[in-house]
């Protein structure tokens, strides 16, 4: 799946579940339990989360 399918994806999540993910996912990194690699794909994934919700707010 490249970017473009993902960042589609998110939209048929409501605001309040991509917030909520957002939130969950911050926590896991938090934790310290999580590989380099993971830690990558956790923050490469709020940041997708994070664009959908600003180009929501511009419409």
């Known amino acids: ?3 473009t ?4 994806a998110f ?4 605001a ?3 917030r909520r993910k957002r939130t969950e996912l911050k926590a896991l990194i ?3 339990m999580l590989t380099d690699r ?3 794909n956790q923050h490469a994934e709020i940041a997708m ?9 511009d419409r």
């Open 5 to 8: 399918e993902r960042q589609n």
């Open 1 to 3: 799946m490249n970017q």
């Open 49 to 57: 989360i994070e664009n959908e919700l600003a180009f929501r707010d």
């Open 38 to 40: 993971s830690l990558d």
């Open 30 to 32: 938090d934790s310290g």
């Open 16 to 18: 309040a579940e991509l």
């Open 11 to 14: 939209a048929r999540f409501s």
